[in-house]
């Protein structure tokens, strides 16, 4: 059966931000979501201080919101945690969990990721995995081996339905802040091989959205979601600007993919 994959593409805005500043850009995507056709969702990954910030201006809009990371701990003596339940008390939708800056520079790994994404999902919320990567791995070949074994430790910590709910974000770390965006076959053949990996977790988990990140740009994000398996974007430096935030958002409207 064929059926239309919307798209999703979410800002992630890592550790930039200030009140006033945020209030203009929230307000700016906000408004220019409007826009946007049926198909495309939109979404901003504030840092936790801001949470209340992007409910308060996006409460009402097209634009979800969430958070960048999330405790894999319910409550407790966690001092510096974030708790899932706390995000949801702001009524946001997303928690992205296991970044590659978390865990290169917080020692992550895929075994705490996949805690922190069954802890999200147990409030309610939606985590954006990501996996992906360095450029090391890529250039001996490793590519599938390390984002395979990413992936798979988090499924092996989730049910068939829990799984259905999640969204992969494929970041290549050497594509990150870099300017230097995988081209669309490289991505393509990532996410076809991620598709697979999420197909056989079960049917329900096949269609799971699976975002690219890495540079995205307004000039390469319809080249990047026209692909088959891109199913958006999580957008980093971009996403601080409300112009290519919302250009991109535009791009992914155009490249609605037919899922078979
Ligand atoms: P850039 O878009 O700045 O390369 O960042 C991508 C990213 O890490 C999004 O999570």
Redesign the pocket.
């Known amino acids: 059966m064929t059926k239309l994959r919307s798209k999703l593409v979410v800002g992630?805005w890592k550790m930039h931000g200030r009140l006033a500043a945020n209030a203009a850009l929230l307000q700016g995507v906000a408004r220019g979501a409007q826009a946007l056709p049926a198909g495309v969702q939109v979404g901003v990954c504030v840092p936790f201080p801001y949470l209340a910030q992007a409910q308060a201006l996006l409460g009402g809009s097209r634009v979800a919101w969430g958070a960048q990371d999330v405790s894999a701990h319910e409550q407790g003596a966690y001092t510096g945690e974030i708790a899932a339940g706390m995000i949801v008390d702001f009524e946001a939708a997303y928690a992205i969990v296991g970044?590659s800056e978390r865990r290169a520079y917080h020692a992550e790994s895929s075994e705490v990721v996949a805690q922190k994404a069954l802890r999200a999902l147990t409030a309610g919320l939606t985590p954006i995995v990501?996996v992906g990567e360095t450029l090391a791995q890529r250039e001996s070949g490793e590519t599938a081996r390390v984002v395979g074994a990413q992936l798979d430790a988090v499924l092996a910590a989730l049910s068939e339905q829990e799984a259905a709910r999640i969204v992969v974000a494929y970041?290549p770390v050497w594509?990150?802040?870099t300017g230097k965006s995988a081209t669309s076959e490289q991505a393509q053949e990532v996410h076809a091989f991620l598709r697979a990996r999420l197909a056989a977790k079960g049917a329900a988990v096949a269609n799971v959205p699976l975002l690219y990140?890495?540079?995205?740009k307004p000039e390469n994000a319809a080249e990047l979601f026209r692909q088959e398996d891109i199913d958006g974007g999580?957008?980093?430096?971009?996403s601080l600007k409300e112009g290519d935030f919302l250009a991109i958002c535009t791009a992914a409207a155009a490249g609605e993919s037919v899922a078979g």
Do not use: M, P, T
């Open positions: 992630n970044h990501c970041e594509a990150i802040g990140g890495g540079s995205v999580l957008i980093g430096g971009a």
